[in-house]
């Protein structure tokens, strides 16, 4: 079954710090991956994304606090957030692929209080 799941959401303070995971249950050494966040009442957005050959993207709010990277020799993305902010709040997604998504994650929770 083809499936990404992501784990390390959860509630914290502003300034605080979060690593996202996303383990995929086939290859992905071969596929450029994206990490979206939606926020209530708003439209997901592209958060940062990373080619297959290892090249990062990043949406303006997020540069120099998160950090994309991937191991491909465990099928697995990572997305570190440091210095969080109270609008970081969202639905984080992973994505295989970058505007064309072949395969998404359920989602995992961000909350930041203030």
């Known amino acids: 079954q083809v499936q990404l799941v992501e784990s390390g959401g959860g509630l914290v303070q502003a300034g605080g710090s979060l690593r996202l995971s996303c383990a995929a249950s086939y290859t992905i050494r071969f596929n450029n991956m994206a990490w979206y966040r939606q926020a209530p009442g708003k439209e997901r957005e592209l958060v940062a994304y990373i080619s297959r050959g290892g090249a990062t993207n990043y949406t303006e709010s997020v540069k120099g606090r998160f950090t994309i990277a991937r191991d491909n020799a465990k099928n697995t993305m990572y997305l570190q957030m440091n210095s969080l902010k109270p609008e970081d709040t969202a639905v984080y997604y992973c994505?295989?692929?970058?505007?064309?998504?072949?395969?998404w994650g359920q989602g995992t929770q961000v909350t930041v209080s203030s």
């Open positions: 994505a295989d692929g970058r505007f064309q998504i072949n395969n």
